[in-house]
């Protein structure tokens, strides 16, 4: 079956803007969690939905979002960028809650860089 | 203090050794705690889980809890070269996997 899927996979922005990264969650997966993966901070949990509902969130500004929809297709908005956003946000789908199971299946990643 | 801990390496063993990464958690109520193995460019991926406290076997690898010590290890035994990759630490606590910086292990032919 196919895996998660991440679009756009690069992308550059400048300071200020805003960007919308979308993931496609493995067919009959309900959870969708986001992360951001930096050299020096490692995987950082951004939230988790599960059937629509943001069950849990990260230690991350307000400028960070994201939503699910019915298919379980699950988008992270960022806004006002700014120079320390850029990372490999990373979005990970599983059946149950994350913790449930703990098999997280993982995105290639959309590569960010804010100049 | 971060939430979840590990050295960050590099840690080199040779071909056929025994390679022990180590992780420490802040949360004495954490829940699960799993090993991930990230290769370079590539995405996580699950290799071992373990929700009480002992030893969990499975092939080469071992995970072991202590939930006292709040620490959680991953050995791999017979170390292979293909075994070269950043292992990451993750625990489960209220509603979110925390993942700690991963250890970047090196196995020499």
């Known amino acids: 079956k196919a895996g998660v899927t991440q679009t756009p996979r690069y992308l550059i922005k400048t300071r200020g803007q805003q960007v919308t990264l979308s993931c496609s969650p493995i067919?009959?997966?309900?959870?969708v969690s986001w992360y951001q993966q930096t050299p020096g901070q490692g995987l950082q949990f951004l939230f988790e939905?599960?059937?629509?509902?943001?069950?849990n969130k990260g230690n991350f500004p307000g400028r960070f979002s994201g939503r699910q929809f019915s298919n379980s297709r699950s988008e992270m908005n960022v806004s006002t960028l700014e120079l320390g956003d850029s990372a490999l946000y990373l979005c990970a789908s599983s059946f149950f809650l994350a913790g449930e199971s703990g098999e997280l299946f993982f995105g290639e990643g959309s590569r960010l860089t804010v100049l | 203090q971060k939430e979840v801990e590990q050295n960050s390496g590099p840690l080199s063993v040779p071909e056929g050794a025994i390679a022990s990464l180590n992780c420490t958690y802040s949360?004495?109520?954490?829940?699960?705690f799993f090993w991930y193995r990230q290769y370079s460019g590539k995405s996580p991926e699950l290799i071992m889980s373990i929700y009480s406290n002992g030893d969990k076997e499975d092939g080469r690898f071992t995970a072991q809890l202590n939930k006292a010590s709040q620490y959680v290890s991953l050995l791999i035994r017979d170390s292979q070269p293909s075994d070269s990759a950043t292992y990451l630490c993750a625990v489960y606590n209220n509603n979110d996997m925390r993942f700690g910086a991963g250890t970047r292990l090196t196995v020499k032919p």
């Open positions: 067919s009959g997966h309900r959870s």
């Open positions: 949360d004495r109520g954490s829940q699960s």
């Open positions: 939905y599960f059937s629509e509902t943001q069950r």
